[in-house]
């Protein structure tokens, strides 16, 4: 672990390209650097590089507050080659700091992009890694899908260091043949003092009815039609009394429309869309579920957690690293509706089990995914880069 102040100012530059908002995997490295500058302030300088629509999102703002420098463009309908042409001058613009130490991109395609300004105004280049892209890629357009596997095999050359957001993805990534000293583990942050004035962990059905949540995009990876079958396995055991909402837009919005129907749900699903205020929802819910068929982290059941909420995950993926069974969590076969049926049910059957689930997963999520806590793997990645050759 590095120790509290770095001997030396680092100068860090994060890109966060916005242009249509931001991104999840955008978002992770906004966390990753709130901890930094809160956790090292003074000894690391931050400069975010992103568009003028960033400028909106809480995250960001919160970043500016903690000391960070935010340097954004304007254009929003251009064409795309003048977008990334400003995004390359926007980082030019760093040497007005001398030689930087790091550029951390959140992307392959966007480090593929600037890598050559990357190189000039700083020393090192950082990737963080939030999916596979062979398989996010698996449904893309022929062009799309070739430039999309060009950019992650060039990543792979040009990047110093490559942060997959779980061990499970870093496996993968070892798997694939990436040498195992060019890859370092970073698991996403949770912003906890977003959740910090949540209640305290609820018990599940005090109300009357048990309200679950789901948030994630409508794409069959996130498993919302599992969730929905599980809901109609319980209808003899609780009638209406189990209702269930979903957060988020995607391809599959008729489907499970269609599906709800199908099931004679209509009564207990509700498709709420995007929706901004995430923490209130989960405040106002009983339990988490999380039922996708692949999830390299799983940043919904860290923030469950984090606000003292029971979580249901798949066993699959990186959920398995946020979730402890039995202890802050409960796991299910990925894709089983039968068994995530049937951990609702333990849930809303021990109402004591419940809230010490909760109570033992916000303790979890404070002392291994806080971004202070992940700032200090973050720092000692950037010392241990900048010391090699």
Not at 83 to 90: D, K, Q, S
Not at 129 to 149: C, D, F, Q, R, W
Not at 170 to 181: L, S
Request: aromatic share 6%.
């Amino acid at each position: 672990m590095v120790t509290n102040s770095p001997p030396a100012i680092l100068k860090v530059a994060a890109v966060i390209p916005a242009r249509g908002g931001v991104t999840g995997a955008s978002l992770a490295l906004v966390h990753m650097m709130l901890g930094v500058v809160t956790r090292y302030p003074g000894r690391v300088k931050v400069v975010i590089i992103t568009s003028r629509e960033a400028l909106d999102y809480p995250a960001i703002k919160k970043l500016r507050l903690k000391g960070a420098e935010i340097m954004y463009i304007g254009l929003r309908r251009v064409p795309s080659a003048f977008y990334w042409l400003a995004l390359a001058i926007r980082l030019l613009f760093l040497l007005r700091y001398g030689r930087i130490d790091i550029v951390h991109f959140s992307t392959p395609k966007v480090l593929v992009y600037l890598f050559p300004v990357a190189r000039i105004v700083s020393r090192k280049v950082i990737l963080s890694l939030e999916g596979y892209p062979p398989y996010e890629l698996e449904e893309a357009t022929l062009l799309s899908k070739l430039l999309g596997i060009l950019a992650w095999r060039l990543s792979q050359k040009i990047a110093h260091r490559i942060a997959p957001c779980s061990e499970w993805l870093r496996r993968i990534c070892i798997v694939a043949g990436i040498p195992e000293n060019k890859l370092a583990t970073v698991h996403n942050p949770v912003d906890v003092e977003r959740f910090a004035t949540l209640s305290t962990p609820g018990h599940v059905a005090d109300r009357g009815v048990v309200k679950l949540l789901i948030v994630g995009r409508l794409h069959p990876v996130k498993g919302v039609d599992i969730a929905l079958k599980a809901l109609a396995l319980l209808r003899d055991e609780f009638g209406t009394r189990l209702f269930l909402r979903v957060v988020g837009e995607g391809p599959q919005r008729k489907l499970l429309t269609r599906l709800v129907s199908e099931l004679q749900l209509e009564k207990q699903v509700a498709f709420l869309g995007y929706r901004h205020d995430v923490e209130s929802l989960i405040q106002d819910s009983d339990i988490v579920l999380v039922p996708s068929r692949y999830e390299p982290f799983g940043m919904v059941a860290a923030e469950g957690g984090a606000a003292g909420r029971p979580v249901i995950v798949s066993r699959i993926g990186g959920l398995s690293e946020i979730v402890n069974d039995g202890v802050t969590g409960l796991l299910f076969a990925a894709g089983d509706p039968y068994d995530l049926a049937q951990k609702i049910l333990t849930l809303t059957s021990d109402k004591s089990l419940a809230k010490r689930l909760g109570e033992n997963a916000r303790r979890r999520v404070s002392r291994l995914f806080a971004p202070e806590v992940i700032a200090e793997k973050i720092v000692e990645i950037y010392r241990e880069v900048l010391k090699s050759k």
